[in-house]
C-alpha cells in the first residue's frame, strides 16, 4: 500500500541553525500538510499546499517557516532560524484530490532543538 | 463550540469490554468524518471512514454518525489492551475543504 514517507526520522540541531525537514507524499495526492505536535499534546495544523501554493496556514506558521515542492516528488518544510520552543514531532500529510478523502500520515520527524 | 471536540479522557475500560468514543461537530464541518489512532510517539493512522448517516463495521471497530444529533462515535468491540492509544475524530469543513481535528481521547485498555 502506497505511504507518505519523511526524513530523517531524528533531526538534532542546534538553536538558530535552519533545518529542513522532507516528505515524500502519495505518489498521486495532490493535497499536502504538514502538523506539529509538542511532546504529551495535541496535533496542531501548520500548513496546507495545493496546485504549488500555500492553501491555508495557522498562526504557528509565522515567518521562520517556509514549504516548497521542490520536484515533482518531494514536500519540505524549512524552519529559518530554529528556537527550543520548536522541538516536537513533525508529521506530513497527503490526500488525494477529491474532496472529502482522508489524509494519510507520514512516521513524522522529530526534531529536536539543542 | 469548537468546530470538532472531544473529551480528553483518559476512557478506561476492562479487556474484552467495548470502548466507546464520541465526538460533536459544529455547524461548520461537512458530512465526512475520520477516526484516527495514534499510539504514543507515533503518527496518526486512518482506521475509518464514514460519511453518511449511520453505521459502518470494519472488523471490531464501528463509526457511527449521526447529522441530526452532530456526533460522531467510535465502537471498539472486544477491547484489547493493544488498543490503548489516543483516538482523534477529524471532520471536514463545507465549502472550503478544511480539515479539523479534535484534540484526541486517549483511551486505556486495562488487562
Known amino acids: 500500500e502506497p505511504e507518505v514517507t519523511q526524513t530523517p526520522s531524528h533531526q538534532v540541531t542546534q538553536m538558530g541553525q535552519e533545518v529542513i525537514l522532507r516528505c515524500v507524499p502519495i505518489s498521486n495526492h495532490l493535497y499536502f500538510y504538514w502538523y506539529r505536535q509538542i511532546l504529551g499534546q495535541k496535533v496542531e495544523f501548520l500548513v496546507s499546499f495545493y496546485n504549488n501554493e500555500i492553501s491555508e496556514k495557522s498562526e504557528i506558521f509565522d515567518d521562520q517557516f517556509s514549504v516548497e515542492r521542490p520536484d515533482g516528488s518531494n514536500f519540505t518544510l524549512k524552519i529559518r532560524s530554529t528556537k527550543l520552543e520548536d522541538s516536537a514531532m513533525y508529521f506530513c500529510?497527503?490526500?488525494?484530490?477529491?474532496?472529502?478523502?482522508?489524509?494519510?500520515f507520514g512516521d513524522g520527524t522529530r526534531l529536536s532543538i539543542l | 463550540q469548537k468546530e470538532v471536540e472531544q473529551n480528553s479522557g483518559p476512557l478506561s475500560v476492562p479487556e474484552g469490554a467495548i470502548a466507546s468514543l464520541n465526538c460533536t461537530y459544529s455547524d461548520r464541518v461537512s458530512q465526512s468524518f475520520f477516526w484516527y489512532r495514534q499510539y504514543s510517539g507515533k503518527s496518526p493512522e486512518l482506521i475509518m471512514s464514514i460519511y453518511s448517516n449511520g453505521d459502518k463495521e470494519d472488523g471490531r471497530f464501528t463509526a457511527q454518525l449521526n447529522k441530526a444529533s452532530q456526533y460522531v462515535s467510535l465502537l471498539i468491540r472486544d477491547s484489547q489492551p493493544s488498543d490503548s492509544a489516543t483516538y482523534l475524530c477529524a471532520g471536514i469543513t463545507s465549502g472550503t475543504y478544511k480539515y479539523i481535528f479534535g484534540t484526541g481521547t486517549r483511551l486505556k485498555v486495562l488487562a
Open positions: 500529510a497527503s490526500r488525494s484530490g477529491t474532496p472529502y478523502q482522508p489524509q494519510h
